[in-house]
């Protein structure tokens, strides 16, 4: 059974950093596909990034060039840079892992989720 926990998120001012963490525990994390999910109040969970075992990524449209990821497989940790937050960047932020290598830009290839962690951005 693996087990995320998200930390880093907070409020921020539009145009600031935050850098979200995702520890994994319970499983071979090199061999898990990680990414990112976020829900805003009153909209549909929408995917934000993914990075795979072999550590290919991609981005959505409304973050690419503004959010990276990356993984520590020493640590059993996948980050999410962000930088130069937006109002609309406001959601609750999800970790999820699949075990392989998979697309993984739809919340229904994963089989594990983290609680969640709060990013408010203030404009």
């Known amino acids: 059974q693996v087990q995320l926990v998200e930390s880093g998120g907070g409020l921020v001012q539009a145009g600031g950093s935050l850098r979200l963490s995702c520890a994994a525990s319970g499983g071979t994390f090199s061999s898990y596909t990680m990414a990112w999910f976020r829900q805003a109040p009153g909209k549909e969970r929408e995917f934000v990034t993914v990075?795979?075992?072999?550590?290919?990524?991609r981005y959505a449209d409304s973050v690419k060039g503004r959010f990276t990821i990356f993984r520590d497989n020493v640590k059993n940790t996948v980050y999410l840079q962000m930088n130069n937050l937006k109002p609309e960047d406001t959601a609750v932020y999800y970790c999820?892992?699949?075990?392989?290598?998979?697309?993984?830009?739809?919340?229904?290839?994963?089989?594990?989720w983290g609680q969640g962690t709060q990013v408010t951005v203030s404009s």
């Open positions: 999820a892992s699949k075990y392989g290598e998979v697309v993984g830009t739809e919340g229904r290839q994963y089989d594990y």
């Open positions: 990075i795979r075992p072999s550590r290919t990524t």
